[in-house]
């Protein structure tokens, strides 16, 4: 696909890990998941940080940063 190809250019260019991070509802967090495995899937390294529920990174961007550099240090691999 065209994301597919897109992420490959990510790669070629030195990314080596895809961190998703979308809001904290329990849809989203699954959807995110499901993102990280295919990812995996295709031999890319992928974390979820997961935001207290309600928030998206935006929001908190602008509220609490410290929120989101909680999430980033407690990013997990995604269980497959």
């Known amino acids: 696909t065209d994301q597919l190809t897109d992420l490959f250019k990510l790669v070629d260019a030195?990314?080596?890990?895809?961190i998703l991070m979308w809001d904290g509802e329990p849809e989203a967090i699954k959807a995110?998941?499901?993102a990280a495995v295919k990812l995996t899937q295709y031999g890319f390294c992928a974390t979820v940080?997961?935001?207290?529920?309600g928030m998206d990174p935006s929001e908190?961007?602008?509220?609490?940063?410290s929120l989101i550099l909680d999430a980033l240090d407690k990013r997990k691999a995604p269980s497959k």
Not at 14 to 18: A, Q, S
Not at 60 to 65: H, N
């Open 14 to 18: 030195g990314v080596d890990e895809f």
């Open 32 to 34: 995110a998941t499901q």
């Open 49 to 53: 940080a997961r935001l207290p529920e």
């Open 60 to 65: 908190l961007a602008q509220i609490d940063y």
